[in-house]
């Protein structure tokens, strides 16, 4: 089974769930929740899932619980399924 890790700046408390784009080489996530007792981790988790088309199961933070910065693990896709999602990041 395939997976990819990638970096994202989470930003919690915002006005909506979206992923944002690139913001250099992290992924800008904006989530709803507050960043108390894992509830913006798992809102993290769960619209990068919804974008990549694969069960919230299938996200994981692994790095990065308590920071904007995270590092995400993300199963059953490769590189290639994050780049036609999110596009290509700026080098």
Known sequence: MAS???????????ARD??????GSELAVRVT???ADGKANAAVEKVV????????GAVAVVRGHTSRH??????????AAVRRAFG????
């Open 33 to 35: 929740a507050a960043p």
């Open 18 to 23: 979206e992923v944002a784009g690139w913001r």
């Open 4 to 14: 990819v890790r990638i970096a994202v700046h989470a930003t919690p408390r915002a």
């Open 88 to 91: 290509e990041p700026p080098r």
């Open 49 to 56: 899932a919804a974008a990549l088309g694969v069960p919230k």
């Open 70 to 79: 995270k590092q995400l693990e993300i199963d059953v896709v490769d590189e």
